[in-house]
Structures are given as structure tokens and as C-alpha cells.
């Protein structure tokens, strides 16, 4: 699947059942399909790409399994990775280079809300 530019993508927002914090889901404009998420906000820094929607989602196997309690009970998994009933805690979970990188986007979008408060200072 080509990836849809995000500006002709559907993007749509609503509670999280779980925690009823806001969710981000962003479709294809063709087949609705859900390509991304982000969580909390438009500005995350994780999003959260549908494996399903790579081109080759067998090289992207996945590390854990997240939010199992809603599960149906015909979804088996295997038993070497690790699966939670919620959430899990990435520190913890991810891989080392994962958790840098995360912490590299984290420092790009705080330096980026903090030239946008300066810029909205100057113009007031």
C-alpha cells in the first residue's frame, strides 16, 4: 500500500475506552483503513504505524502485546513474547536504540513548543 499524504488522510479523535484519554486515529482517504494513531495529543511524539499497512509486515514482528484484556479468545499468543492486560511500561519493554530515539524526538518537539511559545510572545 502507497502511503496517503497525511493532509488527504481522515483523521478522527475519541476517548480511549480504557482510560478515556484522546486518541488520534488517521485512515485512508480511499479504503478508510487505520494507517496511524497518536495518544494524548496531535503533537505526540510515538505514532503508532499499523503493521498491516507496511508493505512487508512480517519483518516488523511484534516486541509485546498491549491492552490483551480485550482480546477475543480465539486471538492465541505466542508465548515467548510478553503480552499485559494494559498498557505496559516501555522503559522497561523497549529496546535500548528505541527508547534513545524516543527520547531524541522528545527533546526536538520541547525545543520546538518553546520557540513557538517565544514566537507567540513576541507578537503579543
Given at each position: 500500500m502507497a502511503a496517503a499524504p497525511a493532509a488527504r488522510c481522515a483523521t478522527a479523535c475519541w476517548p480511549f475506552r480504557c482510560s478515556g484519554n484522546r486518541h488520534w486515529v488517521v485512515r485512508c482517504p480511499a479504503c478508510q483503513t487505520a494507517i496511524w494513531n497518536e495518544h494524548g495529543t496531535r503533537k505526540a511524539v510515538p505514532r503508532y504505524v499499523r503493521v498491516g499497512t507496511?508493505?512487508?509486515?512480517?519483518?516488523?514482528?511484534?516486541?509485546?502485546?498491549?491492552?490483551?484484556?480485550?482480546?477475543?479468545?480465539?486471538?492465541?499468543?505466542?508465548?515467548?513474547?510478553?503480552?499485559?492486560r494494559a498498557y505496559h511500561d516501555a522503559a522497561k519493554t523497549w529496546p535500548a536504540e528505541s527508547l534513545a530515539r524516543?527520547?531524541?524526538?522528545?527533546?526536538?518537539?520541547?525545543?520546538?513548543?518553546?520557540?513557538?511559545?517565544?514566537?507567540a510572545k513576541g507578537q503579543a
Open positions: 507496511l508493505d512487508a509486515p512480517h519483518a516488523l514482528p511484534p516486541q509485546a502485546h498491549i491492552f490483551t484484556r480485550s482480546r477475543q479468545p480465539w486471538v492465541l499468543l505466542p508465548r515467548e513474547q510478553p503480552a499485559y524516543y527520547e531524541a524526538a522528545k527533546a526536538v518537539r520541547a525545543a520546538e513548543a518553546k520557540a513557538a511559545r517565544a514566537a
